[in-house]
C-alpha cells in the first residue's frame, strides 16, 4: 500500500511539474515575434552607392505584448552598385556591393490593440567586400577584401493588428556609419522604407 501511495504522489508531482514547465515555455514562445519578411528600400547619402532594394528579419522578444519595452535581433541585408571613378589608378571600378547590417537593442512600442508604433535606437555592424584594382603592365586585377564598420540605425515603426498577434508593418530607418571610409567618403548615412508582417511563434 505505501509503495503504491509512493508511486501515485511521485506521477502527481511529476505531472504538475511537467505542466507548470510547460506553461512557462509556452509564456516564454509567446513573447517571440518574428517577421516572415520585410522588404524595403534604401536611399543612400553617398555619390559612390546607388539606391537599393533592402531586405531585413529579425526576432524579437516582448515583456508584454502591447506597450512595452522590448529587445529586438536585425539582420539586413542589401546588394547595391557601385561607381569608384574617381581617386583610382584605373578610370573607373564598377559592380555590386552585398552588405549585411546585424544589430541588436531595446526599443519601446505603445499604441492599443489594432494600431500600434515602436521605436527603437540600434547599434551594430555592417559586413561588406570592398574592391581594390593593382595594376601589373597592360593587367588589371579587382580584388575584394571583407571588411566591417561599427554602424547605427533609427528605426520607427507603424503596426497594424489585424488578430492579437499578427500586424502589416511600415517601417521609416535611418542607418549610419561613422567612418569616412570607401563607399562613405562624401557620404556616411542612408534613409529607407520596407513594409512587411509580423507575427508570434505561438
Given at each position: 500500500?505505501?509503495?503504491?501511495?509512493?508511486?501515485?504522489t511521485t506521477f502527481l508531482i511529476l505531472f504538475f511539474h511537467s505542466n507548470a514547465q510547460e506553461k512557462q515555455?509556452?509564456?516564454?514562445?509567446?513573447?517571440?515575434?518574428?517577421?516572415s519578411i520585410d522588404v524595403g528600400y534604401q536611399f543612400p547619402n553617398s555619390s559612390l552607392i546607388d539606391?537599393?532594394?533592402?531586405?531585413?528579419?529579425?526576432?524579437?522578444?516582448?515583456?508584454?505584448?502591447?506597450?512595452?519595452?522590448?529587445?529586438?535581433?536585425?539582420?539586413?541585408?542589401?546588394?547595391?552598385?557601385?561607381?569608384?571613378?574617381?581617386?583610382?589608378?584605373?578610370?573607373?571600378?564598377?559592380?555590386?556591393?552585398?552588405?549585411?547590417?546585424?544589430?541588436?537593442?531595446?526599443?519601446?512600442?505603445?499604441?492599443?490593440?489594432?494600431w500600434?508604433?515602436?521605436?527603437?535606437?540600434?547599434?551594430?555592424?555592417?559586413?561588406?567586400?570592398?574592391?581594390?584594382?593593382q595594376i601589373n603592365g597592360q593587367q588589371v586585377t579587382i580584388s575584394q577584401s571583407g571588411k566591417s564598420l561599427f554602424t547605427t540605425?533609427?528605426?520607427?515603426?507603424?503596426?497594424?493588428?489585424?488578430?492579437?498577434?499578427?500586424?502589416?508593418t511600415f517601417s521609416l530607418y535611418q542607418n549610419q556609419v561613422w567612418e569616412n571610409t570607401d563607399f562613405w567618403v562624401d557620404g556616411r548615412s542612408a534613409i529607407g522604407f520596407s513594409i512587411g508582417f509580423i507575427t508570434s511563434l505561438l
Open positions: 500500500m505505501k509503495l503504491k501511495t509512493f508511486l501515485i515555455e509556452s509564456e516564454f514562445l509567446k513573447r517571440i515575434f518574428l517577421p539606391p537599393s532594394l533592402r531586405i531585413s528579419t529579425s526576432i524579437e522578444y516582448r515583456f508584454t505584448n502591447n506597450n512595452d519595452f522590448f529587445v529586438r535581433l536585425n539582420y539586413d541585408t542589401n546588394g547595391a552598385r557601385y561607381n569608384l571613378g574617381e581617386g583610382t589608378t584605373i578610370n573607373n571600378i564598377q559592380g555590386t556591393v552585398q552588405s549585411q547590417d546585424i544589430f541588436l537593442a531595446p526599443g519601446y512600442r505603445f499604441g492599443d490593440n489594432n500600434r508604433f515602436m521605436f527603437s535606437l540600434m547599434p551594430g555592424i555592417k559586413f561588406y567586400e570592398f574592391p581594390t584594382a540605425s533609427i528605426l520607427g515603426t507603424i503596426e497594424y493588428y489585424f488578430d492579437e498577434k499578427s500586424a502589416f
